[in-house]
């Protein structure tokens, strides 16, 4: 049974949820992420419970429940000099964390070194963490994909999903880019996202960013599609989270704001016969 | 024996530190700080171990260890939504924290709920976290003063500077204004900064801080003076740390950066006799 059938929807039906990763990171992805839900096309984001502006961002979406709203579980810290690490005390979660008690920055180094037990403690944690705080997550997704940098870990994440009953991105695509078997994750009673999308270094180096996404749009084909974006300001406080790493960096999440607040971007929804969808959605006819 | 006898100047002599408070808040309190040092007058600091951006600012401290650097002792989070508790594991130190875990927004909360045994452990932590990650603090102060909301609390911060044997920032103005009767916390043996001057509110609201600092320039007394400042740039970031605050908001920080890097007001320093001494100077004296 394919996703658009587990939905109710004809073989034909092109589904979209364009998706904001890592709310909570910082004041200006706080604002970006905002502004791009409030006044763009973006419909979906997920939040990062470890990071310094979690609670903002919580805030923010205990005051719009109707938005959709994850968790994005996170277990590494790619920055150069703003870190974060677990939830936890470290000292309960030894395996996951370098010399001054932050995640690592590579989800190498998290397959190599993290146990097992301690990703399930930190991962339920923040999911925990979350719901004390008061809000109703809308699905579970993982900053950097790094769940799928082990099997072990692959599987604490879809069984969190299970136990809380919230819907859980699991797509072949992103297992595989992280160098995981996709047929070793995935059973047939899973529900997989069929495409997902997200921007890479060397369309962003280029200036084909943009190019990029309204390929997507212009090409996306029958089925539940995603869009991984990373709305932030390119000023001065992101170019300090993001300095020396232009991969995913201030000056390309400014980009990914521009892009979904454009009208005329927008209008290529319509154009190619996509319709939106939810996790909420998702959630409920599941 | 007066503070300067101890430190061997004469009575007429007028010293004065420029302290930054507040180093590690965010990446705009580091950039406005550095460059205040830098580019500026101020001639010392100390930083928030249990801040966001603690480590940004300890990567400065440990390539400038010639500049004072001092660890800003944290016991209180006064702002709306950018929030941070103890270094400690909320389980070690429950009396701390408010129902999230952050510290309370007040010390009036801190004096009416922590436990002093908490708050030695957390202080003594974040002093061991510094030491850990290699900094070389030059002194150590409190965040809000807030050591001097209990008697317990201040004896065991200036215990804390015994035994690690660093200069510890007391101050009977300091100890007034956060409603301590100075009488009961001051030993005449301590070393004790004679005049502290911080802006206050009704300055800032009248347009008048530039001229508070000026004044207290021109009116310097002989003794050990300190300027408590708080630089930052009123920009985005800062704009949303102190929200709703404009009490040391990031209006007012701006113009402490400002203030501290004009040349016509460092040159009030050589007109009026004031030389600037560090922490560094006054712990080889003592």
């Known amino acids: 049974m394919t996703s658009l059938e587990k939905l109710g929807y004809a073989k034909d039906k092109k589904l979209l949820i364009i998706h904001a990763d890592d709310a909570g990171l910082s004041h200006s992805e706080n604002r970006a992420t905002i502004h791009s839900l409030k006044n763009g096309f973006v419909n979906s984001y997920s939040i990062m419970v470890p990071c310094p502006w979690f609670y ?35 000292s309960e979660v030894p395996s996951l964390v370098d010399e001054n008690g932050h995640f690592f920055k590579k989800r190498e180094l998290l397959r190599k070194n993290a146990n097992p037990e301690e990703v399930e403690k930190e991962l339920r944690a923040q999911i925990e963490k979350a719901l004390k705080f008061g809000l109703r997550p809308t699905h579970i997704d993982s900053h950097m994909y790094s769940v799928g940098s082990h099997l072990d870990f692959f599987k604490i994440y879809k069984n969190l999903g299970k136990e809380f009953e919230l819907p859980t991105l699991i797509n072949r695509q992103l297992l595989e880019h992280v160098g995981m078997d996709s047929e070793k994750c995935i059973d047939a009673n899973d529900f997989v996202i069929d495409q997902t999308y997200v921007g890479e270094y060397h369309y962003f180096q280029q200036g084909k960013l943009a190019d990029f996404y309204t390929s997507v749009l212009e090409n996306l084909v029958a ?25 995913f960096g201030s000056a390309w999440r400014q980009i990914d704001v521009d892009y979904f607040t454009n009208e005329q971007n927008k209008a290529k929804l319509k154009e190619n016969n996509i319709e939106l969808i939810t996790w909420q959605t998702i959630k409920r006819v599941l």
């Open 223 to 247: 089925g539940v599609n995603l869009i991984l974006i990373h709305p932030a300001f390119d000023d001065n406080e992101m170019k300090g989270v993001t300095v020396n790493h232009p991969n």
């Open 56 to 90: 903002e961002m919580a805030l923010f979406a205990k005051e719009y429940p109707q938005i959709d709203n994850g968790i994005h579980l996170t277990l590494t810290c790619e920055w150069e000099n703003y870190k974060f690490g677990p939830v936890l005390p470290v």
